[in-house]
């Protein structure tokens, strides 16, 4: 596939503005208490931009991939405080979603530096949020190093809560109520999504993360199973993004809804290094992690039973399942989940050693 990067022209607009709202919405999801959600970018600001700033288009195969704009600053030391020196600084960095993990943004950020080189510039440098765990790895893995640290001294221990968790709880387990997903597991699915809804709490505020992301992190991890009986596993996410969309409408702030159903339209399609939001990582790691350990053998032997399976059967199937631990570890984001993923599967490692021989009618 040919990646070609070149600079922004006035004709790009349509091209560029939903990258130019994608960005705002990044922050916007992550911060509500500090960005505004982005609907729509006027053309003339983007010709301004175009215009003033040193901007970089990457197209792939033709198609608008990611963008980035690289802005100068020259101190002359007349302040009496800065000494004199100049810098280019990378304003914007974006690549579409399902761009990512295909080097574009590195190929972005390199045009960026080899233009502050041929500008002559001193520095080069970026500021980005804690919370873009993606690109703050993106960053670093292209040599950035950390240069100042801005804080902060949450005022509020935790945002005030604007959904009804209660409520929505209720709503959902109506709308599952006497279903079945397609292992015939009837009301495991209403529980696995209470308990994920609980789990992504507790890894945001594990991980040191934003309270202000909870009601966005509580909604989404509560529904994002919602139409595992309507659909098949593949395509069960866009399905349920449309249900929770009725389901919630009236009921959740309709920018709160709309990323929520962003989120759980794309819980399935799992890639830990893929630049996504935060609130979307925490929810598919606490979605990933409640499927394992002490939960997943009794899960097992239930899905063992309904198949009219033995207990050595179901064995057979939780071996195969730890076959494959690896893997499920490789997608988990948060180091966090990682450990409790690992504790999980060491709890059910001793349990199938034990039960292994128990069911052999070993003594020991
Ligand atoms: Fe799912
Ligand atoms: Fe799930």
Redo the contacts with the bound molecule.
């Keep these: 596939m040919a990646l070609v990067i070149r600079k922004m022209s006035a004709g790009d607009y349509e091209a560029v503005r939903p990258m130019l709202i994608g960005i705002q919405n990044v922050h916007a999801t992550a911060r509500p208490d500090q960005f505004l959600v982005c609907q729509e970018w006027k053309q003339e600001d983007y010709l301004r931009l175009a215009a003033d700033k040193q901007t970089f288009l990457a197209l792939q195969d033709g198609k608008a991939a990611g963008y980035c704009v690289l802005a100068e600053k020259r101190f002359d030391g007349s302040n009496g405080i800065a000494a004199p020196h100049t810098l280019g600084i990378v304003e914007d960095l974006y690549v579409k979603p399902e761009m990512r993990r295909h080097g574009i943004g590195e190929a972005l950020l390199t045009a960026a530096k080899e233009k502050t080189e041929e500008l002559g510039l001193q520095h080069f440098e970026l500021k980005v949020w804690t919370f873009n765990t993606g690109a703050i790895r993106l960053y670093e893995k292209f040599g950035f190093k950390a240069k100042n640290i801005c804080m902060e001294l949450p005022l509020q221990r935790e945002k005030r809560q604007q959904i009804d968790r209660q409520r929505l709880t209720e709503i959902l387990q109506d709308e599952l109520a006497g279903q079945q997903d397609s292992a015939g597991r009837g009301l495991w699915t209403a529980d696995?999504c209470v308990r994920?809804s609980k789990l992504v709490l507790e890894l945001r505020q594990a991980e040191h993360l934003e309270s202000s992301m909870d009601d966005l992190l509580f909604t989404a991890a509560l529904f994002?199973?919602v139409s595992h009986d309507a659909a098949p596993h593949e395509t069960h996410g866009a399905v349920g993004a449309d249900r929770m969309r009725d389901l919630l409408f009236g009921e959740v702030e309709p920018n709160l809804l709309e990323q929520a159903a962003e989120i759980v339209a794309e819980h399935d399609d799992r890639h830990p290094d893929d630049g996504r939001s935060t609130a979307f990582h925490l929810v598919q790691d606490a979605?990933m992690l409640d499927h394992f350990g002490t939960l997943r053998i009794w899960a097992n032997y239930t899905y063992a039973a309904l198949h009219k399976r033995n207990l050595k059967d179901s064995l057979v199937l939780l071996q195969q399942a730890q076959a494959r631990k690896g893997l499920y570890l490789s997608l988990l984001h948060f180091q966090t989940a990682q450990e409790a993923f690992c504790q999980r599967i060491e709890e059910e490692q001793k349990f199938l050693m034990d039960a292994g021989n128990e069911c052999c009618g070993r003594l020991f």
């Design positions: 696995h994920v994002h199973d979605d």
